[in-house]
């Protein structure tokens, strides 16, 4: 089981998550943050800092985003586990479903 992010990051990356994470499993792609599913430790410290509520474990993911479970994963397909994220620092690219969306407004 982990945690990941789902659609209301996208285009925010507010990266409070990523400064809370006590194990450095949250990367930054280029339009989202994302959690490495095999770095997680399912601690739960990332969920209540996010600002816009993008962060869920996988078994309370909204129906709407529960997509994201592979989209989260996918996007180490090619990184593969790089231990840490701050070891990577952010990567300037996104998983496909998300690269693909239309800019988000953050109004």
């Known amino acids: 089981m982990t945690y990941l ?5 996208i285009d ?3 990266r409070a998550c990523i400064e809370e994470c006590p194990v450095d499993c949250i990367y930054e792609g ?10 997680c430790v399912d601690c739960g410290a990332c ?5 816009v509520e993008a962060i ?3 078994d ?3 129906r709407q985003w529960v997509d994201y479970l592979g989209v ?8 593969g586990s790089p231990g840490g994220a701050s070891v990577l620092g952010p990567v ?14 953050q109004a």
């Open 60 to 62: 309370d993911v909204p």
């Open 47 to 51: 969920e209540p800092v996010c600002p």
């Open 12 to 14: 925010i990356k507010d």
């Open 72 to 79: 989260n994963a996918g996007f180490f397909d090619e990184l």
């Open 5 to 9: 992010v789902a659609h209301p990051c």
């Open 92 to 105: 300037d690219r996104d998983a496909a479903v998300v690269a693909a969306l239309e800019p988000q407004n």
């Open 56 to 58: 869920y474990y996988e």
């Open 30 to 39: 280029g339009r989202m943050a994302y959690i490495h599913p095999d770095e």
